[in-house]
């Protein structure tokens, strides 16, 4: 096989570089490999668009986290004349990130080398995904997309500090973000109905949020539809409860703050004209207003048998 490799050697702190070598000899076992390494956002987008479209590969693989994984997703898209369709060259994914959720729910192996393995047998599925389009900009979604407080933690967390503390720095600007917690309203409207004023909103693709966390049970990247969450009060201790539905896995059904609902489409929008950002598989890479969009079976992923 002819695979393009695309690796941000600095994902997860020294983890990307210290398992480059192996990753290396592994892949290219049998096979013509082709190696890219950087973490520049828009090398990275470019060398995936280029091998989308060119077609001289027979499989992409991506070496990082969740948000290299996304801009490679992104790069197919706009390669591809119908985004709606499966993309033709199928995609790999070496987790080397720090919470990798997409690996997590899907069942590639955390181990770099054993998801090595798994990409080497080719097993290709389709996925769902998730579009977002702002009035100047198109993104995409595998995992999940958030507005509100977990985008403002996402946004302000300091990239040194997260290659630091990993996991734990999202932990410490949450707590730095909850006292001084202040949020702007927006509102999600679907279909005709009336709008839903709220805080904030987790859009999911899938059941995990965050790592470990499950948001919704019984979520499925392959059901054709997104799974919202809207939390409705602005206040301190709603927030809180909010969160703690999740850590603690219990339904969000019985509170009168939060409101759960699937749609196909929807937009969310402000009334006011302030910067409210939107995190994409957790990295803030969106603005309101936006589209919400799901595309079913669009993107072709190597998975585990």
Do not use: W
Not at 21 to 44: A, C, G, M, R, W
Not at 107 to 132: F, Y
Not at 260 to 274: D, H, L, P, T
């Amino acid at each position: 096989m002819r695979i393009k490799l695309i690796i941000n050697p600095f994902s997860g702190g020294k983890k990307a570089k210290k398992y480059l070598p192996k990753i290396k000899e592994i892949l290219s076992k049998n096979n013509k490999l082709d190696v890219s390494e950087t973490n520049d956002i828009i090398q990275i987008e470019k060398i995936a668009f280029q091998t989308a479209s060119k077609k001289n590969y027979d499989l992409l693989v991506v070496g990082g986290g969740d948000g290299t994984l996304n801009l490679a997703i992104k790069a197919i898209k706009n390669a591809s004349p119908n985004p709606k369709q499966s993309n033709d060259i199928p995609l790999g994914f070496i987790p080397l990130g720090i919470t990798n959720v997409f690996a997590l729910e899907v069942g590639i192996p955390q181990n770099p080398l054993a998801a090595c393995e798994i990409i080497l047998k080719a097993r290709t599925k389709e996925l769902d995904l998730g579009k977002i389009s702002e009035p100047e900009n198109i993104h995409y979604f595998i995992s999940m997309a958030g507005i509100g407080f977990d985008a403002e933690v996402v946004e302000r967390v300091a990239p040194g500090l997260k290659n630091i503390l990993g996991a734990k720095a999202f932990i410490l600007q949450g707590f730095y973000d909850f006292i001084k917690y202040n949020p702007s309203p927006f509102y999600v409207q679907k279909d005709n109905e009336i709008p839903e004023k709220c805080f904030l909103a987790i859009v999911c693709n899938a059941k995990h949020y965050g790592g470990k966390f499950t948001f919704f049970p019984h979520a499925s990247m392959s059901d054709g539809i997104l799974d919202v969450c809207l939390l409705k009060n602005r206040s301190r201790k709603a927030l809180l409860s909010f969160f703690f539905n999740l850590v603690t896995k219990q339904s969000s059904s019985k509170n009168k703050n939060i409101l759960s609902f699937k749609a196909k489409k929807f937009k969310i929008y402000s009334s006011e004209e302030k910067y409210i950002p939107i995190q994409i598989d957790g990295d803030v890479g969106g603005k309101l207003p936006a589209e919400f969009e799901v595309y079913p079976g669009a993107l072709k992923m190597i998975l585990p048998g």
